[in-house]
T-cell receptor, first 116, second 113 residues
Framework: AQKVTQAQTEISVVEKEDVTLDCVYE???????LFWYKQPPSGELVFLIR??????QNEISGRYSWNFQKSTSSFNFTITASQVVDSAVYFC?????????????FGKGTKLSVKP | NAGVTQTPKFRVLKTGQSMTLLCAQD?????MYWYRQDPGMGLRLIHY???????AKGEVPDGYNVSRLKKQNFLLGLESAAPSQTSVYFC????????????FGNGTRLTVT
């Protein structure tokens, strides 16, 4: 079975703090992809990053960074120097090669509130 | 280039009424999906389609039907709405190649009273 767990339901930080959103996944497939999406208060879903199971290099994009560790089945997301505009619900998702045509299995999301 | 467009944006139904949600994409994507989002539940797949004329069930298909008569459109139908179908519905599409990211519409907020 495939599963994505985001244990942090809500996180509240003060602007300029660093924050890490945790994501733990389960799959028996050796080929799979991991994603992060952002859902701001306006409600749309915004794609942030995709990672395949063969690439464990960490990635940095501006204030965002992602730490993929197969040994712990984790794909954590860190925001450095958080800003109020980062306030959103963040979803981690998994797509396994053998899954229903690229369907994403989503975690339940982590609501991040960044206070000024 | 509109991407993925969902109509309507909001709808209120009474129990037992029927309705159809329309999803249209202008990116020539083969795959299309319907998800529902409920508080604390993340997004769950209702039905999906891998091409014109084909549909398949997802995780929570009961109470819904879908059709993909044209490649660019994916319709989600509720034949007899129930309060348990109160949710936000998202349509998404993607290209065939690899595991490309899903492109989502802006959602339809449905309330069934």
């Amino acid at each position: 079975a495939q599963k994505v767990t985001q244990a942090q339901t809500e996180i509240s930080v003060v602007e300029k703090e660093d924050v890490t959103l945790d994501c733990v996944y389960e799959t028996r497939d050796t080929t799979y992809y991991l994603f992060w999406y952002k859902q701001p208060p306006s409600g749309e879903l915004v794609f942030l990053i995709r990672r395949n199971s063969f690439d464990e290099q960490n990635e940095i994009s501006g204030r965002y960074s992602w730490n993929f560790q197969k040994s712990t089945s984790s794909f954590n997301f860190t925001i450095t120097a958080s800003q109020v505009v980062d306030s959103a619900v963040y979803f981690c998702a998994l797509s396994a090669y053998g899954g229903s045509q690229g369907n994403l299995i989503f975690g339940k999301g982590t609501k991040l509130s960044v206070k000024p | 280039n509109a991407g993925v467009t969902q109509t309507p944006k909001f709808r209120v139904l009474k129990t037992g009424q029927s309705m159809t949600l329309l999803c249209a994409q202008d990116m020539n994507h083969e795959y299309m999906y319907w998800y529902r989002q409920d508080p604390g539940m993340g997004l769950r797949l209702i039905h999906y389609s891998v091409g014109e004329g084909t549909t398949a069930k997802g995780e929570v298909p009961d109470g819904y039907n879908v059709s993909r008569l044209k490649k660019q459109n994916f319709l989600l139908g509720l034949e007899s709405a129930a309060p348990s179908q109160t949710s936000v519905y998202f349509c998404a599409s993607r290209i065939v190649t690899g595991n490309s990211p899903l492109h989502f519409g802006n959602g339809t907020r449905l309330t069934v009273t």
